[in-house]
């Protein structure tokens, strides 16, 4: 197989992480073939040859410039303070826009979007970033369709993805767009990533929000919760683990999250029961006993009641839906959104 070529372009002020994350998941996605030939040839280019340093002080040097760069199958944008500069931002957008039409894939990482939407080459696509400058990059460019809450997005040959640890769940995702899914689950465990995201999960978790707004002994019982899926997540249980009686647990956990124990226990186990209902590989019985349901049968109505469709049927509207090359990015994720709506 063709050795694929990643460029990933450099400046100073660059985010370390959105630089190093998603060439550290290519790297490592190398040793995932028994082939002699690697499956990716990593580039750093810069605007010269001239060291760059990233925002925390680490330096890198770039092994091509803008000149001397050979033809890519994929350039990756970092984001950075460094990119909302001027002088950087034009000499990058001019570097992608002569790139793009021999490029296969084009994608930003975090504020990274600011040089890629320079170029007009986004306009009308659906894109996202970090979370905290989406209201500024829409202001800064009304051409775009911005969601503010994805790990990552597809439209067409662009991707944009959200701050820093997104940079890494996009880059799984090419590789599994290249190799498949056992490689880039592969690399997703050397990189000790704890969960695999896909696009459509939401930057702003549900665990993380009850974290953050949480200051009680609560603030780690969220994502106890999350990690002990299958286990007895009973009032009792937890009322245990919080060292609360279960009376008094239960009113404090409503008082504190709106909402009682078993409600969100349900909702974090049909959550992650849709996630591992996209990779169509396990059947809906093992799905629903991995998050915690007893039967099939219980898990079944759980997830009609909460999302108005049987286990299967969305398993089958999600991979139809993934899986068509010929639907834009922006109707898949409306589907999925109206099927998230319901939980």
């Known amino acids: 197989m063709k050795t694929k070529r990643i460029g990933l372009v450099g400046f100073d002020g660059v985010v370390a992480i959105d630089l190093a994350g998603p060439a550290d998941a290519f790297a490592v996605a190398n040793e995932a073939e028994n082939d002699p030939k690697p499956s990716y040839e990593i580039l750093i280019i810069g605007s010269s040859s001239q060291p760059f340093v990233s925002g925390s002080g680490l330096m890198f040097k770039p092994q091509r410039t803008f000149k001397t760069a050979p033809s890519l199958d994929t350039l990756i944008i970092?984001?950075?303070?460094g990119i909302r500069k001027p002088v950087i931002n034009k000499s990058v957008s001019a570097f992608i826009k002569a790139r793009a039409g021999s490029t296969r894939r084009i994608a930003s990482v975090c504020t990274g979007i600011y040089g890629l939407a320079a170029t007009g080459l986004l306009a009308g696509r659906e894109v996202t970033t970090h979370w905290h400058h989406a209201h500024n990059v829409a202001r800064h460019f009304p051409d775009l369709k911005v969601n503010g809450n994805a790990i990552f997005i597809k439209d067409g040959q662009f991707y944009t993805s959200g701050g820093a640890t997104a940079g890494i769940d996009l880059a799984l995702s090419l590789i599994e767009e290249d190799y498949g899914q056992q490689v880039s689950l592969m690399v997703a465990r050397q990189l000790v990533v704890y969960l695999k995201r896909s696009g459509g999960q939401e930057q702003y978790s549900e665990p993380l929000q009850f974290q953050a707004e949480s200051v009680s002994r609560f603030?780690?019982?969220?994502?106890w919760i999350h990690t002990h899926l299958n286990e007895d997540l009973s009032v009792d249980a937890l009322a245990g683990k919080?060292?609360?009686?279960?009376?008094?647990f239960s009113r404090r956990f409503k008082a504190e999250f709106g909402t009682s124990p078993a409600d969100f226990v349900d909702r974090l186990r049909l959550d992650e029961a849709r996630r591992r209902l996209s990779n169509g590989e396990n059947s809906v019985e093992n799905v629903g006993m991995s998050v915690g349901f007893k039967s099939a049968d219980t898990f079944r109505r759980a997830f009609e009641r909460r999302l108005g469709v049987s286990p299967s049927d969305y398993r089958r509207r999600f991979t139809t839906i993934a899986r068509a090359p010929s639907t834009p990015g922006r109707r898949r994720r409306?589907?999925?959104?109206k099927l998230s709506k319901a939980a």
């Open 78 to 81: 970092p984001g950075g303070s």
């Open 219 to 223: 603030s780690e019982l969220t994502t």
């Open 242 to 248: 919080a060292c609360l009686c279960p009376r008094h």
């Open 334 to 337: 409306g589907e999925l959104r």
